[in-house]
Protein backbone atom coordinates (compact mmCIF):
# COMPACT_ATOMS: atom_id res chain seq x y z
CA UNK A 1 0.00 0.00 0.00
CA UNK A 2 0.89 4.00 -0.32
CA UNK A 3 2.66 4.73 2.83
CA UNK A 4 1.64 8.30 4.95
CA UNK A 5 1.95 11.75 3.93
CA UNK A 6 5.28 12.15 6.50
CA UNK A 7 6.91 9.11 4.97
CA UNK A 8 7.73 10.55 1.72
CA UNK A 9 10.89 11.58 2.77
CA UNK A 10 12.41 8.81 5.03
CA UNK A 11 12.29 4.96 3.85
CA UNK A 12 13.45 1.66 4.38
CA UNK A 13 12.33 0.22 0.99
CA UNK A 14 10.11 1.13 -2.05
CA UNK A 15 6.79 0.44 -0.48
CA UNK A 16 7.72 3.57 1.68
CA UNK A 17 7.54 5.52 -1.18
CA UNK A 18 4.44 5.62 -3.25
CA UNK A 19 2.60 8.75 -3.96
CA UNK A 20 -0.44 9.82 -5.91
CA UNK A 21 2.13 12.00 -8.55
CA UNK A 22 4.09 8.94 -9.35
CA UNK A 23 6.57 5.70 -7.93
CA UNK A 24 9.69 6.81 -6.08
CA UNK A 25 12.52 4.15 -4.95
CA UNK A 26 14.14 4.45 -2.14
CA UNK A 27 17.57 4.93 -1.93
CA UNK A 28 19.92 5.66 0.96
CA UNK A 29 16.95 6.03 3.44
CA UNK A 30 15.27 8.80 1.04
CA UNK A 31 12.38 8.66 -1.34
CA UNK A 32 13.85 9.36 -4.71
CA UNK A 33 12.26 9.68 -7.71
CA UNK A 34 13.79 6.48 -9.93
CA UNK A 35 16.81 7.54 -11.67
CA UNK A 36 17.27 10.86 -9.79
CA UNK A 37 19.63 9.39 -6.99
CA UNK A 38 22.52 9.58 -10.04
CA UNK A 39 21.19 12.71 -11.77
CA UNK A 40 22.97 15.96 -11.65
CA UNK A 41 20.76 17.94 -13.83
CA UNK A 42 18.32 20.51 -13.63
CA UNK A 43 15.23 19.58 -14.18
CA UNK A 44 11.34 20.97 -13.76
CA UNK A 45 7.80 20.42 -12.97
CA UNK A 46 4.91 21.94 -13.97
CA UNK A 47 1.98 22.43 -10.44
CA UNK A 48 -1.82 22.20 -11.18
CA UNK A 49 -3.06 24.17 -8.18
CA UNK A 50 -6.56 23.47 -6.59
CA UNK A 51 -8.79 26.10 -7.44
CA UNK A 52 -11.57 27.62 -5.03
CA UNK A 53 -14.23 25.08 -3.54
CA UNK A 54 -16.87 24.45 -6.08
CA UNK A 55 -14.87 25.84 -9.19
CA UNK A 56 -14.79 22.67 -11.42
CA UNK A 57 -18.12 22.08 -10.51
CA UNK A 58 -19.25 25.39 -11.62
CA UNK A 59 -17.46 24.86 -14.93
CA UNK A 60 -18.49 21.68 -15.60
CA UNK A 61 -22.24 23.06 -15.09
CA UNK A 62 -21.71 26.17 -17.37
CA UNK A 63 -20.26 23.65 -20.20
CA UNK A 64 -23.67 21.48 -20.60
CA UNK A 65 -25.45 24.36 -20.43
CA UNK A 66 -24.29 26.15 -23.65
CA UNK A 67 -23.75 22.42 -25.25
CA UNK A 68 -27.20 21.17 -24.44
CA UNK A 69 -29.42 22.10 -28.13
CA UNK A 70 -32.43 22.58 -26.48
CA UNK A 71 -30.53 25.43 -24.75
CA UNK A 72 -31.33 29.60 -25.74
CA UNK A 73 -27.67 29.79 -25.19
CA UNK A 74 -26.32 26.35 -27.37
CA UNK A 75 -22.88 27.25 -28.47
CA UNK A 76 -22.15 30.39 -26.69
CA UNK A 77 -19.11 30.17 -25.34
CA UNK A 78 -16.99 31.56 -23.21
CA UNK A 79 -13.59 33.33 -23.64
CA UNK A 80 -10.26 32.21 -22.60
CA UNK A 81 -10.44 35.02 -19.77
CA UNK A 82 -13.86 34.42 -18.85
CA UNK A 83 -13.41 30.73 -18.08
CA UNK A 84 -9.60 31.70 -16.24
CA UNK A 85 -12.17 33.72 -14.11
CA UNK A 86 -14.33 30.79 -13.01
CA UNK A 87 -10.91 28.22 -12.48
CA UNK A 88 -9.22 30.36 -9.87
CA UNK A 89 -6.74 29.34 -7.66
CA UNK A 90 -6.55 29.62 -3.64
CA UNK A 91 -4.42 32.37 -3.10
CA UNK A 92 -3.22 30.31 -0.13
CA UNK A 93 -2.36 27.50 -2.21
CA UNK A 94 -0.21 29.80 -4.68
CA UNK A 95 1.96 31.02 -1.29
CA UNK A 96 1.92 27.34 -0.69
CA UNK A 97 4.09 26.94 -3.60
CA UNK A 98 5.98 30.21 -3.53
CA UNK A 99 7.48 29.00 0.25
CA UNK A 100 8.18 25.91 -1.28
CA UNK A 101 10.02 26.75 -3.93
CA UNK A 102 11.80 29.06 -2.04
CA UNK A 103 12.71 26.87 0.89
CA UNK A 104 14.07 24.18 -2.15
CA UNK A 105 16.20 26.79 -3.76
CA UNK A 106 13.91 26.16 -7.27
CA UNK A 107 12.59 29.56 -9.26
CA UNK A 108 9.11 30.34 -10.57
CA UNK A 109 9.45 30.25 -14.38
CA UNK A 110 5.55 31.22 -15.44
CA UNK A 111 3.30 32.38 -12.86
CA UNK A 112 1.28 35.37 -12.63
CA UNK A 113 -1.47 36.44 -10.56
CA UNK A 114 -4.44 34.45 -10.97
CA UNK A 115 -2.76 31.45 -12.75
CA UNK A 116 -4.02 27.67 -12.02
CA UNK A 117 -0.83 26.30 -13.87
CA UNK A 118 2.99 27.19 -12.34
CA UNK A 119 6.15 25.70 -13.76
CA UNK A 120 9.41 25.63 -11.40
CA UNK A 121 12.99 24.96 -12.53
CA UNK A 122 15.23 23.08 -10.07
CA UNK A 123 18.79 23.11 -9.57
CA UNK A 124 19.02 19.13 -9.67
CA UNK A 125 15.66 16.37 -9.06
CA UNK A 126 12.59 17.64 -7.64
CA UNK A 127 12.96 16.26 -4.27
CA UNK A 128 10.19 14.04 -1.88
CA UNK A 129 10.29 17.10 -0.04
CA UNK A 130 9.37 19.77 -1.93
CA UNK A 131 6.50 17.51 -3.36
CA UNK A 132 5.43 16.87 0.50
CA UNK A 133 5.46 20.13 1.01
CA UNK A 134 3.50 21.80 -2.05
CA UNK A 135 0.79 18.35 -1.63
CA UNK A 136 -1.90 20.51 0.41
CA UNK A 137 -1.86 22.94 -2.53
CA UNK A 138 -2.00 20.83 -5.58
CA UNK A 139 -4.23 18.61 -7.51
CA UNK A 140 -1.16 17.20 -9.42
CA UNK A 141 2.31 17.36 -10.22
CA UNK A 142 3.53 16.69 -13.40
CA UNK A 143 7.48 16.41 -13.66
CA UNK A 144 10.76 15.93 -15.33
CA UNK A 145 12.29 13.80 -13.11
CA UNK A 146 10.99 10.75 -13.54
CA UNK A 147 12.94 7.96 -15.89
CA UNK A 148 9.57 6.01 -16.88
CA UNK A 149 6.88 8.51 -18.46
CA UNK A 150 3.36 7.27 -18.42
CA UNK A 151 3.19 5.58 -22.18
CA UNK A 152 0.49 6.85 -23.98
CA UNK A 153 1.42 5.27 -27.49
CA UNK A 154 -1.41 3.25 -29.53
CA UNK A 155 0.94 1.42 -31.88
CA UNK A 156 -0.63 1.16 -35.28
CA UNK A 157 -0.47 -2.52 -36.90
CA UNK A 158 -0.63 -3.97 -40.41
CA UNK A 159 -3.07 -6.98 -40.49
CA UNK A 160 -2.10 -10.63 -41.86
CA UNK A 161 -5.26 -11.64 -44.15
CA UNK A 162 -6.00 -15.10 -43.16
CA UNK A 163 -6.85 -17.36 -45.64
CA UNK A 164 -8.18 -16.74 -49.09
CA UNK A 165 -9.49 -13.14 -50.04
CA UNK A 166 -12.25 -12.83 -51.54
CA UNK A 167 -13.09 -9.67 -53.79
CA UNK A 168 -15.95 -7.29 -52.25
CA UNK A 169 -19.45 -7.13 -54.07
CA UNK A 170 -20.54 -3.75 -55.52
CA UNK A 171 -24.08 -4.09 -53.03
CA UNK A 172 -22.16 -5.58 -50.35
CA UNK A 173 -22.50 -2.44 -48.24
CA UNK A 174 -23.39 1.53 -48.71
CA UNK A 175 -19.92 2.63 -48.73
CA UNK A 176 -18.24 -0.28 -50.67
CA UNK A 177 -14.41 1.10 -51.64
CA UNK A 178 -14.39 1.08 -47.75
CA UNK A 179 -11.93 -2.14 -47.98
CA UNK A 180 -8.48 -3.09 -47.43
CA UNK A 181 -8.19 -5.27 -50.33
CA UNK A 182 -6.63 -2.40 -52.18
CA UNK A 183 -6.09 -0.15 -49.53
CA UNK A 184 -8.42 2.46 -48.37
CA UNK A 185 -7.73 6.14 -50.21
CA UNK A 186 -8.45 9.70 -49.74
CA UNK A 187 -10.99 9.73 -52.71
CA UNK A 188 -12.37 6.44 -51.67
CA UNK A 189 -13.08 8.15 -48.15
CA UNK A 190 -14.44 11.84 -49.01
CA UNK A 191 -16.83 9.86 -51.01
CA UNK A 192 -17.96 7.31 -48.53
CA UNK A 193 -18.29 9.97 -46.18
CA UNK A 194 -20.11 12.36 -48.31
CA UNK A 195 -17.19 15.24 -48.11
CA UNK A 196 -17.82 17.20 -51.16
CA UNK A 197 -16.45 20.89 -50.66
CA UNK A 198 -15.03 23.16 -48.12
CA UNK A 199 -14.03 26.37 -47.34
CA UNK A 200 -12.02 27.83 -50.93
CA UNK A 201 -9.28 29.35 -47.75
CA UNK A 202 -8.13 28.98 -44.63
CA UNK A 203 -9.81 30.35 -41.60
CA UNK A 204 -7.62 31.15 -39.12
CA UNK A 205 -9.98 32.00 -36.93
CA UNK A 206 -10.92 28.29 -36.20
CA UNK A 207 -8.86 25.78 -37.66
CA UNK A 208 -7.56 22.14 -36.61
CA UNK A 209 -4.64 20.79 -34.68
CA UNK A 210 -3.12 16.70 -34.70
CA UNK A 211 -1.78 16.85 -31.07
CA UNK A 212 1.13 13.55 -31.37
CA UNK A 213 4.76 12.61 -29.76
CA UNK A 214 6.15 12.21 -33.03
CA UNK A 215 7.38 14.18 -35.84
CA UNK A 216 6.35 14.24 -39.44
CA UNK A 217 7.94 15.13 -42.71
CA UNK A 218 6.24 18.17 -44.76
CA UNK A 219 7.42 16.71 -48.04
CA UNK A 220 5.59 13.27 -47.40
CA UNK A 221 2.20 15.30 -46.40
CA UNK A 222 2.98 17.52 -49.80
CA UNK A 223 3.90 13.85 -51.91
CA UNK A 224 0.41 12.24 -50.77
CA UNK A 225 -1.51 15.57 -51.47
CA UNK A 226 -0.46 15.35 -55.14
CA UNK A 227 -0.47 11.30 -55.36
CA UNK A 228 -4.21 11.70 -54.42
CA UNK A 229 -4.97 14.93 -56.44
CA UNK A 230 -5.84 16.94 -53.21
CA UNK A 231 -5.12 20.62 -52.58
CA UNK A 232 -1.92 21.60 -51.93
CA UNK A 233 -1.88 22.21 -47.95
CA UNK A 234 0.83 22.06 -45.56
CA UNK A 235 0.86 22.44 -41.80
CA UNK A 236 -0.11 25.86 -41.33
CA UNK A 237 1.44 25.87 -37.52
CA UNK A 238 4.10 24.01 -35.37
CA UNK A 239 4.07 24.36 -31.38
CA UNK A 240 6.76 22.84 -30.08
CA UNK A 241 9.23 21.30 -32.13
CA UNK A 242 9.19 18.74 -35.19
CA UNK A 243 12.09 16.76 -34.59
CA UNK A 244 12.06 15.75 -38.07
CA UNK A 245 11.29 11.89 -38.29
CA UNK A 246 8.35 10.80 -39.71
CA UNK A 247 6.56 8.95 -37.49
CA UNK A 248 3.86 6.74 -38.61
CA UNK A 249 0.74 8.17 -36.30
CA UNK A 250 2.19 11.46 -36.47
CA UNK A 251 2.23 10.64 -40.70
CA UNK A 252 -1.63 9.32 -40.67
CA UNK A 253 -2.82 12.30 -38.20
CA UNK A 254 -1.61 14.74 -40.36
CA UNK A 255 -2.46 13.37 -44.10
CA UNK A 256 -5.86 12.64 -42.95
CA UNK A 257 -6.91 15.63 -40.69
CA UNK A 258 -6.54 17.43 -43.70
CA UNK A 259 -8.23 14.61 -45.88
CA UNK A 260 -11.50 15.02 -44.32
CA UNK A 261 -10.56 18.71 -43.00
CA UNK A 262 -9.65 20.14 -46.41
CA UNK A 263 -8.48 23.56 -46.43
CA UNK A 264 -8.92 24.08 -42.58
CA UNK A 265 -6.01 25.97 -41.29
CA UNK A 266 -4.57 23.27 -39.24
CA UNK A 267 -1.89 23.01 -36.28
CA UNK A 268 0.82 20.74 -35.23
CA UNK A 269 1.37 20.05 -31.32
CA UNK A 270 4.31 18.08 -30.57
CA UNK A 271 3.89 16.27 -26.95
CA UNK A 272 7.80 16.76 -26.06
CA UNK A 273 7.60 14.03 -23.50
CA UNK A 274 9.64 16.75 -21.04
CA UNK A 275 7.37 15.07 -18.57
CA UNK A 276 6.29 12.46 -16.97
CA UNK A 277 2.77 12.99 -18.16
CA UNK A 278 2.84 13.73 -22.12
CA UNK A 279 -0.31 15.37 -21.74
CA UNK A 280 1.42 17.82 -19.94
CA UNK A 281 2.57 20.53 -22.48
CA UNK A 282 -0.46 20.37 -24.96
CA UNK A 283 -2.89 21.10 -21.49
CA UNK A 284 -0.49 24.25 -20.39
CA UNK A 285 0.06 25.39 -23.99
CA UNK A 286 -4.27 25.53 -24.61
CA UNK A 287 -5.52 27.10 -21.70
CA UNK A 288 -3.20 29.95 -22.32
CA UNK A 289 -3.18 30.41 -25.86
CA UNK A 290 -5.51 33.01 -27.20
CA UNK A 291 -9.10 32.73 -28.79
CA UNK A 292 -8.41 33.89 -31.73
CA UNK A 293 -5.22 31.59 -32.76
CA UNK A 294 -6.19 28.10 -30.81
CA UNK A 295 -7.65 25.62 -33.01
CA UNK A 296 -10.85 24.42 -32.46
CA UNK A 297 -10.91 20.88 -33.15
CA UNK A 298 -7.81 19.06 -31.23
CA UNK A 299 -7.13 14.82 -32.54
CA UNK A 300 -5.27 12.75 -30.31
CA UNK A 301 -4.57 9.44 -31.10
CA UNK A 302 -3.25 8.64 -27.56
CA UNK A 303 -3.87 6.99 -24.26
CA UNK A 304 -2.73 5.20 -21.26
CA UNK A 305 -4.90 2.81 -19.06
CA UNK A 306 -6.90 4.36 -16.72
CA UNK A 307 -5.35 2.89 -13.79
CA UNK A 308 -2.17 3.89 -15.05
CA UNK A 309 -2.92 7.18 -15.30
CA UNK A 310 -3.91 7.59 -11.76
CA UNK A 311 -7.41 9.35 -10.00
CA UNK A 312 -6.50 12.29 -9.12
CA UNK A 313 -4.79 13.13 -12.66
CA UNK A 314 -7.85 11.87 -14.52
CA UNK A 315 -9.67 14.09 -11.90
CA UNK A 316 -8.10 17.39 -13.29
CA UNK A 317 -7.18 16.22 -17.02
CA UNK A 318 -10.98 16.04 -16.73
CA UNK A 319 -11.55 19.39 -15.64
CA UNK A 320 -8.87 21.10 -18.03
CA UNK A 321 -10.84 19.14 -20.90
CA UNK A 322 -13.93 20.63 -19.74
CA UNK A 323 -12.38 24.45 -19.73
CA UNK A 324 -11.67 23.93 -23.22
CA UNK A 325 -14.93 22.71 -24.42
CA UNK A 326 -16.07 25.91 -22.64
CA UNK A 327 -14.21 27.99 -25.07
CA UNK A 328 -15.33 26.47 -28.28
CA UNK A 329 -13.12 23.84 -29.13
CA UNK A 330 -13.95 20.00 -29.57
CA UNK A 331 -11.64 17.35 -28.54
CA UNK A 332 -11.50 13.80 -29.95
CA UNK A 333 -9.63 10.75 -28.61
CA UNK A 334 -9.02 7.52 -30.49
CA UNK A 335 -10.96 4.92 -28.31
CA UNK A 336 -7.82 2.24 -28.81
CA UNK A 337 -6.81 -1.18 -29.99
CA UNK A 338 -6.92 -3.35 -27.24
CA UNK A 339 -10.14 -4.92 -27.91
CA UNK A 340 -12.43 -4.82 -24.65
CA UNK A 341 -11.00 -3.84 -21.70
CA UNK A 342 -12.08 -3.17 -18.02
CA UNK A 343 -10.00 -0.12 -17.60
CA UNK A 344 -10.91 2.13 -20.75
CA UNK A 345 -7.93 4.22 -22.38
CA UNK A 346 -7.86 7.92 -21.18
CA UNK A 347 -8.05 10.36 -22.59
CA UNK A 348 -10.80 8.40 -24.24
CA UNK A 349 -12.53 7.70 -21.12
CA UNK A 350 -13.23 11.03 -20.14
CA UNK A 351 -17.28 12.58 -20.54
CA UNK A 352 -15.17 15.54 -21.77
CA UNK A 353 -14.36 14.25 -24.98
CA UNK A 354 -15.11 12.74 -27.89
CA UNK A 355 -14.07 9.32 -28.26
CA UNK A 356 -13.85 7.35 -31.72
CA UNK A 357 -13.61 3.67 -32.23
CA UNK A 358 -12.56 1.76 -35.41
CA UNK A 359 -14.89 -0.28 -37.82
CA UNK A 360 -13.57 -2.56 -41.06
CA UNK A 361 -15.10 -4.99 -43.17
CA UNK A 362 -14.52 -8.88 -41.27
CA UNK A 363 -11.01 -10.72 -41.41
CA UNK A 364 -11.67 -11.72 -44.81
CA UNK A 365 -12.51 -7.90 -46.17
CA UNK A 366 -15.93 -9.06 -47.70
CA UNK A 367 -18.51 -8.79 -45.09
CA UNK A 368 -20.66 -5.75 -44.12
CA UNK A 369 -19.42 -2.81 -42.26
CA UNK A 370 -18.69 -3.78 -38.45
CA UNK A 371 -17.01 -2.93 -35.22
CA UNK A 372 -13.19 -3.67 -35.65
CA UNK A 373 -12.52 -6.73 -33.11
CA UNK A 374 -9.20 -4.95 -31.59
CA UNK A 375 -11.60 -1.70 -31.95
CA UNK A 376 -11.42 -0.69 -27.52
CA UNK A 377 -14.71 -0.27 -25.75
CA UNK A 378 -16.55 -0.79 -22.93
CA UNK A 379 -17.30 0.99 -19.54
CA UNK A 380 -14.98 3.18 -17.62
CA UNK A 381 -13.58 2.15 -14.21
CA UNK A 382 -12.59 5.95 -12.98
CA UNK A 383 -14.51 6.87 -10.39
CA UNK A 384 -13.77 10.54 -12.12
CA UNK A 385 -15.18 9.00 -15.62
CA UNK A 386 -19.25 8.74 -14.97
CA UNK A 387 -21.64 9.15 -17.67
CA UNK A 388 -22.38 12.56 -18.72
CA UNK A 389 -26.39 12.92 -18.70
CA UNK A 390 -26.35 12.95 -22.11
CA UNK A 391 -25.16 9.67 -22.78
CA UNK A 392 -27.86 8.04 -19.98
CA UNK A 393 -30.56 7.42 -22.42
CA UNK A 394 -28.34 5.29 -24.99
CA UNK A 395 -26.90 3.54 -22.14
CA UNK A 396 -30.22 2.51 -20.77
CA UNK A 397 -31.35 1.51 -24.22
CA UNK A 398 -28.10 -0.60 -25.06
CA UNK A 399 -28.92 -2.42 -21.54
CA UNK A 400 -32.59 -3.57 -22.77
CA UNK A 401 -30.28 -5.39 -25.91
CA UNK A 402 -28.87 -8.95 -25.63
CA UNK A 403 -25.51 -9.70 -27.47
CA UNK A 404 -22.47 -10.53 -25.48
CA UNK A 405 -21.23 -7.80 -22.52
CA UNK A 406 -19.38 -8.03 -19.34
CA UNK A 407 -21.13 -9.71 -16.70
CA UNK A 408 -21.72 -7.05 -14.76
CA UNK A 409 -21.85 -3.55 -15.96
CA UNK A 410 -22.00 -0.21 -14.20
CA UNK A 411 -24.27 2.31 -15.68
CA UNK A 412 -23.56 5.02 -13.91
CA UNK A 413 -20.26 5.42 -15.85
CA UNK A 414 -19.26 6.65 -19.13
CA UNK A 415 -19.34 4.24 -22.43
CA UNK A 416 -16.48 4.24 -24.75
CA UNK A 417 -16.46 4.91 -27.78
CA UNK A 418 -19.11 8.02 -28.83
CA UNK A 419 -18.90 6.62 -32.51
CA UNK A 420 -16.48 5.03 -35.28
CA UNK A 421 -15.39 5.74 -38.42
CA UNK A 422 -13.54 3.33 -41.15
CA UNK A 423 -9.55 1.98 -39.40
CA UNK A 424 -8.35 -0.83 -41.64
CA UNK A 425 -5.48 -0.48 -43.92
CA UNK A 426 -5.45 3.03 -44.54
CA UNK A 427 -2.96 4.58 -47.00
CA UNK A 428 -0.43 7.24 -46.10
CA UNK A 429 3.12 8.55 -47.49
CA UNK A 430 5.73 8.43 -45.05
CA UNK A 431 9.36 8.88 -45.80
CA UNK A 432 8.55 9.43 -49.39
CA UNK A 433 7.00 5.90 -49.73
CA UNK A 434 3.52 4.35 -49.12
CA UNK A 435 2.45 2.50 -46.86
CA UNK A 436 -1.15 1.55 -45.18
CA UNK A 437 -2.26 1.46 -41.61
CA UNK A 438 -4.42 0.30 -39.28
CA UNK A 439 -6.42 1.42 -36.01
CA UNK A 440 -8.56 3.85 -34.36
CA UNK A 441 -5.73 6.28 -34.60
CA UNK A 442 -6.57 6.61 -37.99
CA UNK A 443 -9.94 7.16 -37.39
CA UNK A 444 -9.63 9.65 -35.03
CA UNK A 445 -8.24 12.38 -37.23
CA UNK A 446 -10.88 11.71 -39.97
CA UNK A 447 -13.61 12.69 -37.77
CA UNK A 448 -11.64 15.37 -36.29
CA UNK A 449 -11.42 16.81 -39.77
CA UNK A 450 -15.36 16.28 -40.58
CA UNK A 451 -16.07 18.34 -36.81
CA UNK A 452 -14.00 21.07 -38.48
CA UNK A 453 -15.67 21.41 -41.78
CA UNK A 454 -19.07 21.81 -40.15
CA UNK A 455 -17.42 24.37 -38.30
CA UNK A 456 -16.50 25.97 -41.57
CA UNK A 457 -20.12 25.78 -42.38
CA UNK A 458 -20.98 27.45 -39.44
CA UNK A 459 -18.68 30.27 -40.36
CA UNK A 460 -20.21 30.62 -44.05
CA UNK A 461 -23.70 30.96 -42.39
CA UNK A 462 -23.03 33.72 -40.65
CA UNK A 463 -22.71 32.15 -37.53
CA UNK A 464 -19.81 33.29 -34.94
CA UNK A 465 -19.53 29.81 -33.32
CA UNK A 466 -17.98 26.46 -33.34
CA UNK A 467 -19.40 23.16 -31.94
CA UNK A 468 -16.76 22.96 -28.79
CA UNK A 469 -18.42 20.22 -26.54
CA UNK A 470 -19.91 18.11 -29.10
CA UNK A 471 -20.77 14.86 -27.31
CA UNK A 472 -24.67 15.98 -26.27
CA UNK A 473 -25.16 17.84 -29.81
CA UNK A 474 -23.97 14.18 -31.51
CA UNK A 475 -26.28 11.90 -29.20
CA UNK A 476 -29.61 14.57 -29.67
CA UNK A 477 -28.60 13.70 -33.68
CA UNK A 478 -28.14 9.39 -33.40
CA UNK A 479 -30.40 9.17 -36.81
CA UNK A 480 -27.86 10.82 -38.64
CA UNK A 481 -25.62 7.88 -38.06
CA UNK A 482 -25.28 4.76 -40.48
CA UNK A 483 -25.90 1.61 -37.42
CA UNK A 484 -23.50 -0.89 -36.88
CA UNK A 485 -25.19 -4.38 -35.82
CA UNK A 486 -22.31 -6.64 -36.15
CA UNK A 487 -18.96 -7.18 -34.49
CA UNK A 488 -17.31 -8.02 -31.32
CA UNK A 489 -14.63 -6.97 -29.47
CA UNK A 490 -13.70 -9.77 -27.49
CA UNK A 491 -15.88 -9.05 -25.21
CA UNK A 492 -18.51 -7.03 -26.21
CA UNK A 493 -20.94 -7.39 -29.50
CA UNK A 494 -22.50 -4.64 -31.65
CA UNK A 495 -26.19 -4.33 -31.63
CA UNK A 496 -29.03 -1.94 -33.00
CA UNK A 497 -29.02 1.42 -31.70
CA UNK A 498 -25.96 2.63 -28.94
CA UNK A 499 -23.37 0.03 -27.94
CA UNK A 500 -19.89 0.64 -26.73
CA UNK A 501 -17.90 -0.32 -28.89
CA UNK A 502 -19.31 1.24 -32.28
CA UNK A 503 -20.80 3.67 -30.73
CA UNK A 504 -23.58 5.67 -32.67
CA UNK A 505 -22.49 4.10 -35.20
CA UNK A 506 -20.50 5.67 -37.89
CA UNK A 507 -20.89 8.29 -41.20
CA UNK A 508 -22.60 7.38 -44.30
CA UNK A 509 -22.56 9.09 -47.19
CA UNK A 510 -25.22 12.00 -45.49
CA UNK A 511 -24.46 11.99 -41.95
CA UNK A 512 -21.85 14.91 -42.24
CA UNK A 513 -24.73 16.76 -44.17
CA UNK A 514 -27.59 15.89 -41.79
CA UNK A 515 -25.00 17.13 -38.77
CA UNK A 516 -24.18 20.67 -40.73
CA UNK A 517 -28.39 20.79 -40.93
CA UNK A 518 -28.84 20.03 -37.42
CA UNK A 519 -26.42 22.35 -36.07
CA UNK A 520 -27.83 25.60 -38.35
CA UNK A 521 -30.99 24.69 -37.63
CA UNK A 522 -30.17 24.48 -33.60
CA UNK A 523 -28.67 27.58 -33.96
CA UNK A 524 -31.02 29.81 -36.03
CA UNK A 525 -34.19 28.71 -33.39
CA UNK A 526 -32.24 30.40 -30.37
CA UNK A 527 -32.62 33.82 -28.94
CA UNK A 528 -29.04 33.68 -28.73
CA UNK A 529 -29.08 36.08 -25.26
CA UNK A 530 -25.93 36.54 -24.03
CA UNK A 531 -25.59 35.01 -20.21
Known sequence: GCCE????????????CCTDWGKLECSVGVCVFPGASNSTSSSQ???????????????????????????????????????????????????????AVAEHGAQLLSAQEGDDKVTVQFPGPMSP??????????????????QSPLDVSMPLRHRVVKGEVK????????????????????????????????????????????????????????????????????VARIVGTNPG??????????????????????????????????????????????DATIAKVHSLSLGAPENEVGDSIIGRMNTEMAALGLRGITILFASGDSGYQPQQKFGAASPFVTAVGGIWNG????????????????????????????????????????GQR??????????VPDLSAYDDDINIVQNGGNTALSGTSAACPMVAGMMAMINDALAAAGHNTTLGFVNPFLYANEAAF?????????????????????????????????LTTAALKALSSKKRSPQ
Not at 5 to 16: I, R, V
Not at 277 to 283: E, G, R, S, V
Not at 366 to 373: A, G, H, R, T, W
Request: glycine share 8%.
Open 5 to 16: PQQYQCCTSDAD
Open 45 to 99: AVLFLKHIDGAAEKLKAELLRRSDPDSDIFLSWLSRDEVRSILQPNATHFETVAM
Open 129 to 146: GFLKAVEPAVDWVSHSSA
Open 167 to 234: PVQEDAFPQSCLSSLDGVTPTCLRSAYGITGGAKKPSTARGQAFIVNQGFHPSDIAQFQRQYKLPNQP
Open 245 to 290: NAGDEASLDGQYIMTTGQYVTTTYVYLDGSMDNPFTNWLVWAAKEP
Open 363 to 402: EMRDSVLQSDELSTGGFAASSQNKAGTWQAAAIASYMKTF
Open 406 to 415: PAHIDTSQRA
Open 482 to 514: LDITKGNNRGIQAVKGYDPISGLGTFSTTTLDQ
